[in-house]
């Protein structure tokens, strides 16, 4: 009896997902409305008497109901990268300059457009879907599979034979009618009315009920499949297979013999874009071959093999009304306009940056100006020039600020730099506060509970006057704050504890010193092991470590030098934060490779490519993208490029096995 009721479960759920898949991806429904939330309901009956053969990935779940009170983070198995800008002709043609340099060969791209949404990255095992993630800083995101389940274009399961295990990556976006539909509704109960579609899904994204995502109708599009092993030669040959499995993958995609086709697709688009049911900003262009996606590889931020073109920005004019100053954590001055309210790309926009004092003077803005604003990249509003033909006739060219207008010091601004600065580092009230918030923030020492009016409210209490300063708060200091409660002050002190086994490498970002990012923060981590030694450091040693220039070990050494920066790293210390390599770090870690550059090409059996290069970088080696006389191996898989290959031969560069690597580490 209890097989006879399992089949039947499974019969009624397949049938479900086929129905599913029908009626919101096709767009070809093949029975009623009312038989398809009959047989729904007969589901959810028969699931409910029967508990013990529950499926998450069962058509009733698509309703939600799961809450998420916190959203774990995960690590991407595979980085998302960012795609490099372009947005004419020229830039197309010299981005293909720049690959022939390294392929040459003939190539073939795919054209997709690019919709504006929020990022997703989607795992699947054994044609299920097991998880979904934000795309996050590219390194890692949240995971919001719950959330993600209630998407009804987005199959659970997925129809007959395609890959074991891979990731799918897309986009979560809001349709237009849709959104239109949401704000109309909560016009009619007296409410608030998004902004624009694109926030208004990546908010969804991260609601705690699921049963509230699923009421809302947003879509999944889908646009490139990410796997260690494949049989699959293109790009385009894959993502048609992934839409014969059940994913929605758009098909405006196409295939392009050159760049004259590639630019006829743009242009093309660039005009019907306005017809479509979704919001797009331009076009990403791919080479179509796979090979030569491996062959080309990655700069630090971004594929060498794609490229987005950004179609041209909405533009309005509007009134400058008055020019404010703002200042950064570093003590940078950024000037701000303060606009007439206008409607730029679905938003309400009423600020937008001047960006520095030869941007002022360049355009010759003045206050009482009609100025052109666009969104650069369709996100950061800037102003873009001004119509001389309304200027008001007692109008008096713009005087840059000469003080910080937090603390009244006196501004600095060396030569060569655009910007101004203040110079009061440790008594400026928003250099202190962003500090801190720098310190705090996910990517560096990840401390939960602790935002921006909190960190000002410790400021003002005379809590806190440094990041050193955290690792002394009490829970009894903090209740008797306003807005503060018990469990909220002593979740603040338990994530300031919590914070002291962030690894080295993100202590050493959260200090926050000039120039010191993520990525150059894990260079100087890895090469020098301790705090100690980084500050022991000279500029001739700093700039022996790959990729850190003259301006980065200048201002290392200037932090090093500072004897306030000795006495807060002191502190941090003695309060137990990770100020060196874990011993686990150290264990995998040698200087074997050291001094050797590695090029890692095709597909390999024990290790996949990341895990190859980890261990290059892990043993003191570098990794390169591509060949050249500095190279001295190319660890060689099955179906390594061509070019590669012959360029290896020609300089007379020792080729690799996967083994024989291993015997080398």
């Given at each position: 009896?209890?097989s ?9 759920r397949?049938?479900?997902?086929q129905h599913?898949h ?12 009312y038989d ?8 959810e ?9 529950f499926?998450?990935n069962?058509p009733?779940q698509?309703v939600?109901g799961a ?11 595979n980085?998302m990268y960012?795609?490099?800008?372009s947005?004419?002709k020229?830039?197309?043609?010299d ?6 340099k390294?392929?040459?060969?003939p190539?073939e ?8 949404g929020a990022?997703?990255?989607i795992s699947?095992e054994?044609g ?11 390194f890692?995101g949240d995971d919001?599979?719950?959330n993600?389940?209630t998407?009804?274009t ?11 295990s891979?990731?799918?990556r897309?986009?979560i ?6 959104f239109q539909?949401m704000n109309e509704?909560?016009?009619a109960a007296?409410e ?5 579609p694109r926030?208004t899904?990546?908010?969804?994204l991260?609601?705690?009920d699921?049963?509230e ?5 947003l879509?999944c599009?889908?646009?490139q ?5 494949t049989?699959?030669k ?17 098909k405006t ?16 688009w660039?005009?019907k874009?306005?017809q479509l049911p979704?919001e797009t900003d331009g076009?990403?262009i ?6 030569q996606?491996?062959?080309?590889g ?16 909405e533009?309005?004019s509007t ?19 303060n ?6 790309g679905?938003?309400t926009?009423k600020?937008?940056s001047?960006h ?6 360049k ?5 009482g ?7 650069g990249?369709?996100?950061?509003p ?7 033909s ?5 109008s008096?060219e ?9 603390c009244a ?10 910007k101004?600065?203040?110079p009061?580092?440790?008594?400026c009230?928003p250099?202190?506060t962003?500090?801190?918030q720098h310190f705090?923030?996910?990517?560096a020492m ?16 005379g809590?806190?006057?440094?990041y050193?300063d955290l690792y002394e708060?009490?829970a009894?200091?903090?209740v008797?704050l306003?807005?503060m ?6 979740n ?9 086994k962030?690894?080295f490498e993100?202590?050493l970002?959260?200090i926050?010193?000039r120039f010191?990012g993520e990525t150059v ?5 890895k090469?020098?092991?301790s ?6 450091a000279?500029f ?6 790959d ?10 050494v ?5 004897v306030w ?8 210390k003695?309060?137990g934060?990770?100020?060196e390599l874990s011993?686990a770090v ?7 490779l050291?001094g ?5 090409s095709?597909?390999?059996e024990k290790?996949?490519?990341?895990e190859l290069?980890?261990a ?6 570098k990794v390169?993208?591509?060949i050249?006389?500095k190279?001295?191996?190319?660890i ?10 012959e360029?290896?031969t ?6 690799l ?5 291993l015997?080398?580490?």
């Open positions: 009896m209890s006879k009721i399992q089949d039947q479960l499974l019969k009624l397949e049938e479900l997902h599913n029908q009626y919101y991806v096709l767009d070809n429904p093949v029975i009623s409305d398809f939330d009959k047989k729904l309901k007969d589901l009956l028969l699931e409910k008497a029967n508990p013990q053969f499926d998450a069962s009733t698509r939600g809450v998420t009170k916190k959203f774990e983070t995960l690590t991407h198995k980085r960012s795609l490099d800008n947005y004419s020229e830039d197309l043609l981005w293909e300059k720049r690959i022939l390294i392929v040459e060969a190539i791209y795919t054209c997709e457009l690019k919709y504006d990022s997703i990255n699947y054994k299920l879907l097991t998880k979904a993630v934000t795309r996050g800083d590219g890692q919001v599979t719950a993600i389940k998407i009804k987005l199959p659970l399961q997925l129809q007959g034979d395609f890959l074991e891979f990731e799918i897309g986009e976006i809001l349709p237009l009618d849709g539909k509704d909560r016009l007296g608030e009315m998004y902004a624009n926030n899904a990546s908010g969804s991260k609601l705690q699921s049963r995502v699923a009421n809302r109708p879509d599009l889908l646009y499949v990410v796997v260690d092993k049989n699959y293109s790009h385009a040959e894959l993502l048609n297979a992934a839409r014969n499995a059940g994913f929605k993958v758009p995609m196409l295939v392009a013999a050159n760049i004259e086709e590639v630019l006829q697709f743009i242009a093309d660039d005009v874009r306005h979704y076009v990403v791919k080479v179509n071959s796979l090979r996606q491996e062959e080309l990655y700069t630090a931020k971004a594929p060498r093999w794609a490229m987005a073109y950004k179609f041209k920005t533009q309005q009134v400058l009304k008055e020019i404010t100053y703002q200042v950064g954590r570093t003590g940078a001055i950024t000037p701000v306009a606009l007439m309210p206008v409607q730029l679905g938003t926009v600020r937008a001047l520095n004092a030869d941007q002022i003077l355009l010759d803005i003045r206050l100006d009609t100025v052109y604003v666009e969104k990249g369709e996100i950061i800037k102003i873009v020039g001004v119509d001389l309304k200027r008001p006739q007692l008096q713009t005087t840059y600020t000469s003080q910080c207008p937090e010091t006196v501004l600095v601004r060396k030569k060569g730099d655009a101004h600065y203040c009061n580092e440790y008594g009230p250099q202190i962003g500090r801190i705090i923030s996910r990517k990840d401390i939960d509970g602790l935002g921006g009016e909190t960190i000002d409210l410790l400021r003002k209490e809590l806190i006057q440094t050193a708060l009490k009894e200091q903090l008797p306003e807005r409660a018990d469990k909220s002050a002593w603040i002190v338990e994530g300031i504890e919590n914070s002291k962030i690894p993100k202590v970002f959260a926050g010193i010191v923060a894990k260079k100087l981590a090469h020098f092991k705090m100690d030694a980084l500050m022991s000279n001739e040693a700093l700039i022996q470590v990729e850190i220039g003259d301006k980065i070990a200048e201002s290392m200037a932090f090093s030098n500072d920066n000795m006495q807060l790293v002191d502190r941090l003695s309060y934060v990770q100020l011993k150290l264990e995998n870690q040698s200087d074997k050291e050797l550059v590695f090029v890692v095709g597909v390999f290790m996949s490519r990341n290069k980890k290059i970088e892990d043993n003191g080696g390169s993208s591509s050249s006389k190279t001295n191996y190319v060689a898989g099955e179906n390594m490029g061509p070019s590669k290959l360029k290896a020609k300089l007379e560069i020792t080729l096995t996967e083994e024989e690597f015997e080398l580490l």
